[in-house]
């Protein structure tokens, strides 16, 4: 009796404690955001906003991407963990449009809910498609290099590399509008910078010493762009090339500044990143989501360069 009462005692302050402690807050959600790659100032947009949808619905964000958008396997080995790890919903920007369907069907089937960001994929198992319209943007540059160029001349095309849907879709649009709408200029070559500025800056010259007579130049990524430029100034081109780059960054809105680059076609990768998780969220909440969400596309030149819509997109975080 007497041991009895001894461990009642002892055990009495924990029991006691455990009461007063109340229930447990509810465990935070966690959405995993998975990039292309980390390196360009483009997916550091996108973590911000992403970072921010995190503060503002109350989220977890596990940010993770492979080094570099080439790396396929790497992506597929980030996805592969979060869906062990068992987060409660992914963000994804598909390196490869086929390459990374399985992981997608997989989360799919195992409840995780996935949102595609920036560029598509090649399954309809996916909660929301957050992007920009890519075909829209590339038909941007071809009108624009059409303007500049009076409707005729030679031009060649910088690509990022073959699969990834996003820059795919921005290179078939220029393609297809000059093409079909302004049949006086060539396309005379279409290469790859494999997603990478010094290979771009490598590819760039061997277009430039093949055609030494080009008019234009259409580059549709940061990397690809930083590349072109490059090659350009290098040769002191600028006054004769007309270069039509896609996507912003303080370096290459000074080249636009400065006469190097004609003009841009910028995204709003903050406004990809934020209603990614958002989509996510509304999903977990039991509230309707959007199939598709457009976030836009512009075009930044040196008239429009300070104009208060084109530095909202600029100067995003």
Not at 138 to 155: F, S
Not at 180 to 201: C, D, M, R, T
Not at 202 to 227: K, Q, R
């Amino acid at each position: 009796m007497r041991k009895l009462i001894l461990l009642l005692l002892i055990a009495l302050p924990g029991v006691m404690a455990g009461c007063n402690r109340g229930p447990e807050k509810p465990k935070q959600k966690m959405i995993a955001v998975i990039p292309k790659g980390v390196s360009h100032s483009f997916w550091l947009t996108i973590k911000a906003g992403a970072d921010a949808a995190g503060r503002d619905l109350g989220v977890a964000i596990d940010w993770k991407g492979p080094a570099s958008e080439t790396d396929i396997a790497g992506q597929i080995n980030i996805v592969e963990d979060a869906i062990n790890r068992r987060v409660d919903g992914i963000v994804l920007a598909p390196s490869h449009g086929d390459s990374l369907v399985p992981m997608v069907q997989r989360a799919q089937r195992e409840g995780i809910p996935v949102t595609i960001f920036d560029s598509g994929i090649s399954t309809e198992n996916y909660l929301s498609y957050v992007a920009t319209d890519n075909r829209a943007g590339g038909a941007l540059a071809a009108r624009r290099m059409a303007e500049r160029l009076n409707g005729k001349g030679k031009v060649a095309i910088l690509g990022v590399k073959k699969g990834s849907v996003s820059t795919d879709e921005r290179e078939e649009g220029f393609a297809e509008t000059l093409r079909s709408q302004f049949p006086g200029i060539q396309v005379v070559q279409w290469l790859y910078g494999e997603a990478n500025a010094a290979k771009s800056l490598s590819t760039a010259e061997d277009i430039l010493t093949t055609h030494p007579d080009l008019n234009g130049l259409f580059a549709s990524n940061e990397s690809s762009t930083v590349g072109a430029v490059r090659a350009v100034r290098q040769r002191n081109l600028g006054a004769s090339v007309v270069l039509v780059g896609f996507d912003a960054t303080p370096d290459l809105v000074n080249n636009v500044r400065e006469g190097s680059i004609d003009s841009l076609v910028i995204q709003n990768p903050y406004k990809m990143g934020y209603e990614g998780v958002k989509t996510i969220v509304d999903k977990l909440a039991g509230r309707e989501t959007s199939r598709r969400i457009d976030t836009g596309v512009e075009l930044l030149t040196k008239d429009n360069l300070e104009t208060p819509a084109i530095q909202s997109l600029i100067r995003t975080p």
